[in-house]
C-alpha cells in the first residue's frame, strides 16, 4: 500500500523568500506523485504532477518540484512567495497507472509574513 | 460543463440519523471518489470506484456505504450519522485521458450532533 508524509504542518515564510514544501512517501511499485492547493474556503486545485521522465515538473503560480527516487521524495518548491500563495498544500501519490487509489497527504498550510 | 457537483452543500443531523450525499460528473470519468478533510488530518479516502459496478475501500471506510450508481453518479451514504463524522466531504473523479488529474466538487460540510 502506498502513504505519503507532509513533514510540516505548517511553514511560515517572508514575502519574497524562498520556500520548500517537504512531502515523502512510500510504494513498493513506481507512482505517479502530485501537489494539490486549497485556497481559503475553497475546493482543491492541481499545482503540477509527475508521472515520468524528468524528475523536475512545473506547475502553475511559480511552482515546481523534483521526484527523487533513491529518497523517495517529491519537494514542492518556490523560489519567491507572495501573499496570494497563502494555502493549503496537499501531496498525493497514486502507485502508477494500473491502481486508481490515491492518498493524500496530511498538508502544509503555508503562511506568509509581510 | 459542470464538472463534478456536489449536494448538499451543508447538513445538519443529529446523531443516528441517515443520509446520503450525492456527486454527479459529466466528464466521462472513469473513476470517482470520496474523502473527508477533518483539520490537521488532510484529505483521507472513504471510499473509490474504478468503474461502474464496482468499489473498493480507502483508508476510513467504516461507518460509510456507497453506490456507484451509473457511470456519472457515484453516492456516499452514511446509516447512522455520528459526531465523528462531522467533516467537510469531498468528492472527486479521473479520468483515463487526465493522466492522473482529479477533478473536485465543492464539498459538502456535514454537522452531527
Known amino acids: 500500500a502506498q502513504s505519503v508524509t507532509q513533514l510540516d504542518s505548517q511553514v511560515p515564510v517572508f514575502e519574497e523568500a524562498p520556500v520548500e514544501l517537504r512531502c515523502n512517501y512510500s510504494?513498493?511499485?513506481?507512482?505517479?506523485l502530485f501537489w494539490y492547493v486549497q485556497y481559503p474556503n475553497q475546493g482543491l486545485q492541481l499545482l503540477l504532477k509527475?508521472?515520468?521522465?524528468?524528475?523536475l515538473v512545473k506547475g502553475i503560480n511559480g511552482f515546481e518540484a523534483e521526484f527523487n527516487k533513491s529518497q523517495t521524495s517529491f519537494h514542492l518548491r518556490k523560489p519567491s512567495v507572495h501573499i496570494s500563495d497563502t494555502a493549503e498544500y496537499f501531496c498525493a501519490v497514486r502507485r502508477g497507472n494500473r491502481d486508481d487509489k490515491i492518498i493524500f497527504g496530511k498538508g502544509t498550510r503555508l503562511h506568509i509574513l509581510p | 460543463n459542470a464538472g463534478v457537483t456536489q449536494t448538499p452543500k451543508f447538513q445538519v443531523l443529529k446523531t443516528g440519523q441517515s443520509m446520503t450525499l450525492q456527486c454527479a460528473q459529466d466528464?466521462?470519468?472513469?473513476?470517482m471518489y470520496w474523502y473527508r478533510q477533518d483539520p490537521g488530518m488532510g484529505l483521507r479516502l472513504i471510499y473509490y470506484s474504478a468503474s461502474e459496478g464496482t468499489t473498493d475501500k480507502g483508508e476510513v471506510p467504516n461507518g460509510y456505504n456507497v453506490s456507484r450508481l451509473n457511470k456519472r453518479e457515484f453516492s456516499l451514504r452514511l446509516e447512522s450519522a455520528a459526531p465523528s463524522q462531522t467533516s467537510v466531504y469531498f468528492c472527486a473523479s479521473l479520468g483515463r485521458i487526465t493522466l492522473g488529474e482529479q477533478y473536485f466538487g465543492p464539498g459538502t460540510r456535514l454537522t452531527v450532533t
Open positions: 510504494s513498493s511499485v513506481s507512482v505517479y
Open positions: 466528464m466521462n470519468h472513469n473513476s
Open positions: 509527475y508521472l515520468s521522465g524528468s524528475t
